[in-house]
Structures are given as structure tokens and as C-alpha cells.
């Protein structure tokens, strides 16, 4: 498969003040910096807003989640907007970008960024979610970024409407998918990340290819000069830096499209090993809420108590959200938010009053317009995608004027504990692709972490058979099931 506008260098991630200089006039009052979460990344953690902070997933590549306490507008700031990565950022210069529309095409097409601004401008406001949001959550665990709930957020995408691109090229009756690829680079044999979608979904009026996110040139870590908007879907089918429009006339064979973003087509048991004749494409997103007022552990004065969140449902539509402040013993509708959009989330707010001390949770299920209602238990897979169950926080009610409560003092270390000895398998195997805190964050068995070295020798890491064993050893030990 053809690479167009790749750059040699994709562990750089700064944009060049050549990319600066290139950006079209009209643009170079609203250019973005990079996000301060992105920033994050490259300096560890950075303040962004109070006592908040990026939760840096992983820093390289990056993967970077937004804190609940953020999460607290309709319309998501390009510097809180969460980070996906699945390869190293690349380098992009937007003078010599160009923009390859082809395959199953009459009249193939290599755009540059003047060019594609040429086509009528289009603007979506569209929710986007990582499929592996609420990853951590799963029990039996499951390997990848152990994402909270924060690697989700919603933004004006302006741009072209991929079906004008397809026009264009005079796509062929034959096509029956369309590739998107990016300018990330794959390192050793790691499959280069590519995704598809069917060529109905490619037609449809408001799947766009966007170069703007909220009034500003895209932010480099997600996805300048452009990006796929494929609303309603999972994230990772809105490819980022994209270079490559590919119209097939059959699936792709690629590792991330016959492997990855697959979920069972039954109903399995937690840990359940499934066939993969038994899994098809993640598509689109699951109706969901997300409490962000109050957050958990939050200490309140008794009295009046506003809880507010989002809900949002994939290409459905939210029709209620309900309310429990008693464990679920009984519900009440919370007023949803004016703002709306097909497929954005809507806010929601409740008013409670918290009359007597104590200690509660607060939980919210969503309803939409399919009929579909967030379930008390989210159906566990083998890649943890697509955590959407009821949604709950636990708060303190006090009197009014108890005082605060004394910080207690937790240490993580470990003392008097010997760690075992680190190979130097992980340095030149594992840590030469990504950083330690991926690997940390992992909850795996010792057999999970067998298929994990599996598929990294699979991938190219040179292990011999006796230094994988010891490498599994090492991290069952190290990082083990918590």
C-alpha cells in the first residue's frame, strides 16, 4: 500500500517554522500551539488549568487523556481535547503536503492544501470517543492504554466533505470501501495504522475530512493538517494526518482492519478466549453518560447539590438522562442541556438536595432515541472496548461548617522490597517503541503478558526464546494483576 508525504523523521513532533510559515494567510491569526495536554507529553505533567493536569497515558507515542474536572463545557478547547496515538507523531511540512485521492477511481487525484480549501467548506460538531475509553475498568483486566474516562471530547470540525473528494475522482461502481492512512510511520514490522470504511458510510453528507477544530488549524497532535471525521464511530476511524484516500473494491488486509477494533458478536464470559470468526468491526459508539460535577471523593455541604455530565450515543440521539443518588433504588430525569447537535453529547444537570450527612453515590443512566439504555454492566471483550456502563461517583455529604478533612498521606514505595532485576531485553525490545508508563499501567496475568511479548516478537522486537521467557518473568513480576 502506498505512503504519500512521508516524512523520515516521525519521532519528531514540534511543528517546523517552515509548517508555520506555509499555513495560509488567512489561518496565521488563529493558529493553534500545540495543546498544553500534547505539550504534556514531551515534558511530563503540566498544570493546564487549577489543580488538573494531563493524564499522560503514555508519552510516546501519545496518548493522553482529559480529567473529568476539565470536561466541563459543550464544546471541548483544542487544550483539553484527549490524545490518541497509535505511532510517533510526524513532522509535517504543509508547503510540500499533499493529499493522494485514488484506487478504484477514474480520476485520481494528488491535492495540496491550497487545493483541497478550494471545496465548499463543511462544519460538524461531533463527539469523539477511543473505542478503549473506560479499558481500565474491565475485569478479568485487558491489555492496551488503560484509559479512565477521559479520552473523550467534542469539537467544531471544519472542512470537505469526503463524498465531494469521491466525486471528484469519479469513483467507480465497484468501490465498496474507503481507506484512510496517515503520515505516522510504522517503526520495525509494526503494521502501518490504517483504517476503512464502507463506502456508504464515506458518502454520507457529514463524514468530513477537517483541517480546522474549533476556529483553528488543526492541533498537531490531533492530526495537522488533516484528519477523517467519521461521526457517530469510534475514534480511531478518524484518521489523523491524513495523506491517503484509498477507494477499494474489497475489505483491506491490513492488520488494524482483519485483527484490531474487533468485538465479539455474542454475548461472552469475562476472560473468555473468542474466535475470530465470532468478532466483527467496532463501528459505531454505545449510549453512555459521564458524571463530571461532583467528582468522586468530593467533600459537600449539605443542602442544594448541582450534578451535572454528558451523554452522547454514537449516531443515535439522547432522549433522557436519569439520575440515582441512592444506589439505584430509584431514579429521576435530569434536565438535558440546549445545545445539541446529531452526533454531539448533551449536557445534563440535576438539582439534589443532599439533606442529611452521609456517604452516597451518585449515578446517571442515558436513554436514546434507538431504545438503547446504559447497562448496570458493560459487556466485557477480549480488546475492552466500549465501557459503557452506568456511570457512578461516591461524595461526602457534611454538616455546613464541618471543617475539611486532614489529608492523608499515601506513600507508593515500596521499602524493603527487592524489585527484580531489569533485563536488558526491555530496554532494546519494549522501551525502543514506547515509554515505561505503558507498560506500568498494564494489569496483566503472567499469560497475558505472554501474548503481549508474543506479538511484539511478531511485530520485530529481536527476542530469542530463552530471553522472552525471561522477559515474561521479569514483567508478571514487575507489573503484576493489582
Known amino acids: 500500500m502506498s505512503r504519500h508525504a512521508r516524512d523520515a523523521s516521525p519521532r519528531r513532533e514540534l511543528m517546523t517554522r517552515r509548517a508555520l510559515l506555509a499555513v495560509p494567510g488567512h489561518l496565521l491569526g488563529t493558529i493553534a500551539a500545540v495543546p498544553l495536554v500534547a505539550a504534556a507529553a514531551r515534558r511530563g505533567l503540566a498544570q493546564v ?5 494531563p493524564i499522560v497515558r503514555s508519552a510516546r507515542p501519545q496518548d493522553i487523556e482529559t480529567p473529568v474536572s476539565l470536561l466541563d463545557s459543550w464544546i471541548t478547547p483544542n487544550d483539553r481535547f484527549f490524545v490518541r496515538s497509535h505511532l510517533y507523531t510526524p513532522d509535517v511540512d504543509v508547503k510540500t503536503w ?34 478503549g475509553n473506560g479499558r481500565s475498568f474491565y ?32 469513483a467507480k461502481s465497484s468501490a465498496r470501501f474507503v481507506l ?42 490531533n492530526g495537522f493538517p ?32 482483519k485483527t484490531a477494533y474487533r468485538y465479539p458478536t455474542r454475548r461472552v464470559a469475562p476472560g473468555a478466549a473468542v474466535a475470530p470468526e465470532e468478532m466483527a468491526p467496532v463501528s459505531g459508539l454505545f449510549v453512555k453518560s459521564l458524571l463530571t460535577m461532583p467528582l468522586d471523593g468530593a467533600r459537600l455541604a449539605a443542602g442544594a447539590v448541582t450534578v ?30 440546549v445545545d445539541r447537535a446529531p452526533y454531539a453529547w448533551r449536557q445534563f444537570e440535576y438539582e439534589w438536595r443532599a439533606a442529611e450527612p452521609g456517604s452516597y453515590p451518585i449515578m446517571s443512566r442515558a436513554t436514546d432515541d434507538r431504545g438503547r439504555v446504559q447497562p448496570i454492566v458493560a459487556q466485557w471483550n477480549p480488546s475492552g472496548y466500549l465501557w459503557n456502563a452506568i ?29 527484580p532485576a531489569e533485563p536488558d531485553t526491555l530496554t532494546r525490545s519494549c522501551l525502543i517503541c514506547h515509554d515505561r508508563d505503558l507498560i506500568a499501567q498494564q494489569r496483566l496475568t503472567r499469560a497475558g ?22 522477559l515474561v518473568e521479569f514483567l508478571a513480576d514487575r507489573y503484576p494483576v493489582r
Not at 451523554?311 to 443518588?325: K, L, P, R
Not at 456511570?391 to 521499602?415: I, L, Y
Not at 503481549?452 to 521467557?469: F, L, Q, S
Request: hydrophobic share 40%; net charge negative.
Open 449 to 470: 503478558w505472554g501474548r503481549e511479548v508474543d506479538k511484539m516478537i511478531r511485530w520485530g522486537a529481536p527476542v530469542t526464546e530463552p530471553e522472552k521467557n525471561g
Open 180 to 221: 484512510f492512512d496517515g503520515a505516522d510511520a510504522p517503526l520495525a514490522t509494526i503494521p502501518d495504522f490504517v483504517r476503512q470504511v464502507p463506502i456508504a458510510k464515506a458518502l454520507d453528507p457529514d463524514t468530513i475530512l477537517a483541517y480546522e477544530m474549533n476556529g483553528a488549524p488543526l492541533p498537531i497532535a
Open 391 to 419: 456511570d457512578q461517583v461516591r461524595v461526602e455529604v457534611v454538616a455546613p461548617g464541618t471543617p475539611p478533612a486532614a489529608g492523608v498521606s499515601k506513600s507508593t514505595a515500596q521499602t524493603g522490597l527487592q524489585q
Open 226 to 257: 488533516l484528519r477523517a471525521i467519521v461521526p457517530g464511530w469510534e475514534g480511531a476511524y478518524s484518521v489523523k494526518w491524513l495523506t491517503h484516500v484509498q477507494v477499494l473494491d474489497r475489505e483491506g488486509d491490513s492488520f488494524w482492519i
Open 98 to 131: 499533499r493529499l493522494a485521492v485514488d484506487g478504484e477511481a477514474e480520476a485520481p487525484l494528488s491535492l495540496s492544501f491550497e487545493d483541497l480549501r478550494q471545496f465548499p467548506r463543511e462544519t460538524r460538531v461531533v463527539t469523539i470517543e477511543c473505542a
Open 49 to 53: 488549568s487549577g489543580d488538573a493536569t
Open 308 to 337: 451535572k455530565g454528558f451523554a452522547w450515543a454514537g449516531e443515535a440521539s439522547i432522549t433522557s438522562v436519569d439520575v440515582s443518588v441512592d444506589g439505584g433504588s430509584t431514579w429521576a430525569a435530569a434536565r438535558l442541556g
Open 139 to 170: 475485569n478479568p483486566p485487558v491489555a492496551g492504554v488503560q484509559w479512565q474516562k477521559g479520552a473523550v471530547g467534542t469539537a467544531r470540525w471544519t472542512g470537505v466533505r469526503l463524498r465531494d473528494l469521491l466525486a471528484k475522482v469519479r
